[in-house]
């Protein structure tokens, strides 16, 4: 089985090689960075499968990096966290946090989780149940399918490339346009909950949690 890679950017040395030989322990392969413009051509060109991120680093900050680095699982990793600033990190793209100084167990813990979080075969992805096929625009629960309008199939595609990642409804018009240009925001609340009343028919699970003033986010 292949390795999955983690991508460490910090300008921190000591810190940078710490977790380096914590992940290679673990069975991981690694990738380092040490500015934000250095990562930026790195993800670019090899894509890591998940990615922990510094917010204090030179020339790019780790705040401008976040938004540029997309379908790609990021933990922030940092000492420079309030509660504003981790819910403004979750809006730009964050799976995730971890404050400075960290539980080594626990961080190996959040990394596991995100990693999993779905399984990708060729335009199929899938999460916890839930199939999306990009190439027939197919989805089914459990091998059971459902019909979807376009709208909702562009919605929950948007959510399972980053499960446990919260959207804004900014974010999600952004994402979806492409596949959905005629969808409007006065809408959107609605698709979601028809999305959601459809996901859950199947085995009365209910995938999508909204949260309070942010977005939504496909949970497990």
């Not at 401008?64 to 933990?75: A, F, G, S, T």
């Not at 990693?115 to 839930?130: P, W």
Request: hydrophobic share 40%; net charge negative; proline share 4%.
């Amino acid at each position: 089985m292949q390795k999955k890679t983690i991508m460490i950017i910090d300008d921190d040395v000591y810190i940078g090689d710490m977790l380096q030989e914590l992940l290679e322990k673990n069975g991981y392969a690694t990738a380092r960075a040490y500015s934000g413009t250095e990562a930026l051509y790195a993800v670019q060109n090899a894509r890591p499968d998940l990615i922990l991120l510094d917010l204090m680093l030179p020339g790019l900050s780790g705040e401008d990096l976040l938004p540029k680095i997309q379908n790609i699982p990021v933990i922030i990793v940092s000492a420079k966290v309030d509660i504003e600033g981790k819910v403004n990190l979750l809006l730009s793209g964050a799976v995730d946090y971890v404050t400075k100084p960290f539980d080594i167990k626990e961080l190996l813990a959040r990394i596991k989780i995100h990693l999993r979080d779905n399984v990708r075969h060729g335009d199929k992805i899938e999460f916890d149940g839930i199939s999306v096929d990009l190439s027939t625009y197919g989805v089914s629960v459990n091998n059971t399918p459902i019909k979807l309008t376009k709208t909702e199939f562009a919605i929950l595609y948007t959510l399972i490339q980053n499960p446990n990642k919260v959207f804004s409804k900014d974010s999600i018009m952004t994402q979806i346009e492409d596949l959905t240009p005629d969808c409007e925001e006065s809408s959107l609340r609605t698709h979601i909950a028809n999305l959601r009343t459809k996901l859950k028919a199947v085995n009365n699970k209910d995938y999508i949690q909204a949260i309070w003033g942010i977005g939504y986010k496909l949970k497990s």
